[in-house]
């Protein structure tokens, strides 16, 4: 099995739009962003399986074997 | 005097007179300059019952102490007047480069009165001030009438209307630069029933500064901010504020047809990253702008490019619509701006009539057998926008607004709007804080009034957990407040990802050589919102108007992230009222007037 990563903006150089990354059990957001080369204060937003928070904490948070993230760096607008 | 001009130009359109007067200067260190100045020097005027289009309504043009000074985005204006879309108090904001040359031209303000028998346009530079003859530009396009002004006043900054303007669209807007809009809340419309067409201001003046080397540094300091900060010094300059779309889809609450749900599978299509990579071709910054989120890009218009869509625009005129064409969208987004109309309005507008079509209320018939107005169909955008912005047919009916055009058929609720101005691209059903600001914005539906996607969403500059309500009613008090002095620099509100109150404060202290700290700036930013909320109450606008459309508080959102949720208005405005020292119903106390110097 594999985690869908969707990525946006600049994370998207050399990476692709979304990236599949092998499951292990037990596998949190940490373990994917290291996969990915990307450290956590690069990172302004952060959604595991649907759900968002506070990026440190989401990144403790256990995926789910057919589970998904979408990470940001710092975007906004108006 | 420091930082302002300290000239006020009056013009009365009805008697051609012209004449200056001096700024009170300590008028002006109380409300800041800009949105708070503006609407003081309004409402000294201006009996609050008036109606918009009526000779005694004024329109003010203003811009802030920073404005044409070295301080990063320093180059803003706002427009001041009684809006005809909501009843309230209108200030709507726009960069470029005219808001410096106003005041290159040698003045803070210009206080426009009366109505002009036949179209004219105003020519400001620093020797002389003219009402000179319109005639051969009514009906022109934006870009048309911005060309031949420029021809006739070279070096001029040409600020103009479009014929939505001229034929008093409730959402027409002020177009300056060619694609810099003052656009919200139908200012261009007080404009058109004006006879005015355009404004051209040109000249070298430079305001006096209380502390040059001063304001330097804190210059330097401010500039180096933006540059460092993830958001202004990367994401933007980069993308754009559309790249907004994907992280706002993400969230499920990126409105689709309508705000009839949250998320959109297509959005990739019309994405900040999209654009970037297949229709940027450079940035298109505003004055004195290190930031440069404006955008310049492909277009079979012009082969050198023209201006890009914003975030707001590329969603009404796609997820809003039920579309996924970029290329409608950046056409959209161009006749807007040639037509002189809001872009979110009138998105919104086409929205609202096609849910109208879905459930039967707008009909064939009553299209004429024209386009139809339907949900996904790509080929009505641009061929409606045209109609609405020249009031064409069942364009008349569109150029009102979505409110009453849903009014027109009895059922208001499928208009999106609060105050009956159009909801942005944000839906608050999934971030607590923003529905609240949406509802207690004094110029009814906006996002720009307090941006609280930045903690609730994008976690800027701390991350909150958007369906929280604990917490809200503050956040939303400071942000208003904060953005109410922004907006009243002559700053763009962008710098705010990067820079705090402490930073606006030192500005305006080295600019003007007053002495404030974070705090008072912030009291200052207060002191504006209640004034303007005092206008409002005026004008008859009331507290029951602070609320959200019927779907958005009793309708769970059908999908994604945020499936299942309303907005819990109900619980979060006592509390609201309560951190703004309001009483129970809405109303600012006294004892909370006399503290910001209001009574
Ligand atoms: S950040 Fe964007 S809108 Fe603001 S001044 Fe710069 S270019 Fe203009």
Redesign the interface.
């Known amino acids: 099995m594999a985690i869908k990563v969707?990525l946006?903006?600049?994370f998207?150089e050399g990476r692709g739009?979304i990236v599949e990354v092998d499951y292990t059990p037990g596998m949190t957001g940490q373990d994917v962003i290291d996969s990915l080369g990307i450290t956590a204060p690069e990172i302004?937003?952060l959604?595991v399986d649907?759900?968002?928070?506070?990026?440190d904490a989401m990144l403790t948070v256990p995926i789910k074997e057919d589970g998904y993230m979408?990470i940001?760096?710092?975007?906004?607008?108006? | 005097m420091f930082g302002y001009m300290g000239k006020i130009l009056r013009i009365n359109l009805t008697t051609g007179e012209i004449g200056t007067e001096d700024l009170d200067f300590e008028l002006a260190k109380k409300y800041i300059g800009g949105r708070g100045l503006g609407t003081k020097l309004y409402m000294d005027e201006v009996d609050p019952k008036v109606d918009p289009f009526a000779a005694e309504n004024k329109i003010v043009f203003i811009n802030g102490p920073l404005s044409g000074t070295a301080t990063p985005t320093g180059g803003r204006y706002m427009v001041v007047t009684k809006s005809p879309l909501t009843g309230c108090i209108a200030s709507s904001n726009s960069g470029g480069e005219w808001g410096a040359y106003l005041k290159y031209a040698g003045y803070d303000a210009i206080i426009v009165e009366g109505k002009a028998s036949l179209p004219v346009y105003i020519s400001i530079d620093e020797e002389k001030v003219e009402i000179l003859p319109a005639l051969d530009l009514w009906g022109k396009m934006v870009s048309e009438t911005s060309d031949a002004l420029k021809e006739k006043q070279p070096g001029a900054k040409v600020l103009t209307i479009g014929p939505a303007g001229e034929k008093l669209s409730q959402m027409a807007a002020i177009m300056n630069e060619k694609d810099r809009a003052a656009g919200r809340s139908g200012v261009g419309a007080v404009m058109g029933s004006k006879n005015l067409k355009a404004i051209t201001v040109k000249g070298n003046l430079k305001p006096e500064i209380a502390n040059p080397d001063g304001l330097k540094a804190v210059t330097k300091e401010c500039r180096t901010l933006i540059k460092e900060?993830?958001?202004t010094g990367?994401?933007?300059p980069?993308?754009?504020?559309?790249?907004?779309v994907?992280?706002i889809n993400?969230?499920?609450v990126y409105p689709t047809n309508n705000f009839q749900g949250g998320v959109d599978p297509n959005a990739?299509a019309v994405s900040?990253?999209t654009l970037t990579e297949k229709y940027l071709i450079k940035r298109n910054p505003c004055h004195h702008c290190p930031i440069g989120?404006g955008r310049w890009v492909k277009s079979d218009k012009s082969p050198d490019g023209i201006g890009g869509p914003?975030?707001?625009t590329l969603w009404v005129f796609a997820a809003d619509l039920g579309i996924d064409d970029m290329e409608v969208v950046i056409d959209a987004n161009y006749w807007c701006n040639e037509l002189g109309i809001d872009t979110i309005s009138a998105g919104a507008t086409l929205a609202a009539a096609m849910e109208l079509y879905q459930r039967g209320y707008i009909t064939d018939e009553m299209l004429d057998d024209d386009v139809i107005l339907k949900f996904g169909n790509a080929d009505s955008v641009v061929h409606w926008l045209k109609k609405m912005g020249n009031r064409e047919g069942f364009g008349d009916l569109l150029a009102r607004g979505s409110y009453r055009l849903a009014d027109f058929f009895g059922v208001p609720e499928y208009s999106m709007s609060v105050k009956k101005q159009d909801l942005p691209a944000y839906d608050p059903r999934g971030i607590q804080g923003m529905g609240l600001q949406y509802a207690t914005s004094n110029r009814g539906g906006c996002?720009?009034r307090g941006?609280l996607?930045?903690p609730e969403?994008?976690?800027?500059p701390?991350?909150l957990?958007?369906f929280e309500l604990a917490g809200k009613p503050t956040w939303a008090k400071i942000f208003q407040d904060l953005t109410a002095v922004i907006d009243s620099t002559g700053l763009c509100?962008?710098t705010s990802?990067a820079l705090g109150a402490q930073q606006y404060a030192d500005m305006l202290n080295e600019t003007l050589g007053t002495n404030w700290s974070a705090d008072d700036v912030l009291l200052a930013g207060e002191r504006i919102w209640n004034l303007e909320k005092l206008f409002n109450l005026e004008a008859g606008i009331s507290p029951d108007e602070d609320t959200l459309p019927p779907r958005l508080l009793e309708e769970e959102m059908p999908e994604?992230?945020t499936k299942g949720w309303v907005h819990k208005l109900d619980e979060l405005l006592p509390l609201y009222y309560k951190e703004r020292g309001w009483d129970e119903d809405g109303i600012p106390t006294e004892e909370r007037l006399e503290k910001l110097g209001l009574l």
């Open positions: 969707k946006f903006a600049n998207r739009k302004a937003a959604i649907g759900v968002d928070g506070k990026v979408a940001f760096p710092p975007v906004a607008g108006g | 900060n993830g958001v990367g994401g933007l980069t993308y754009g504020t559309a790249v907004l994907n992280i993400e969230h499920g990739e900040g990253e989120c914003e975030y707001e996002h720009v941006y996607i930045s969403i994008l976690g800027l701390e991350k957990d958007r509100l962008f990802f994604g992230p």
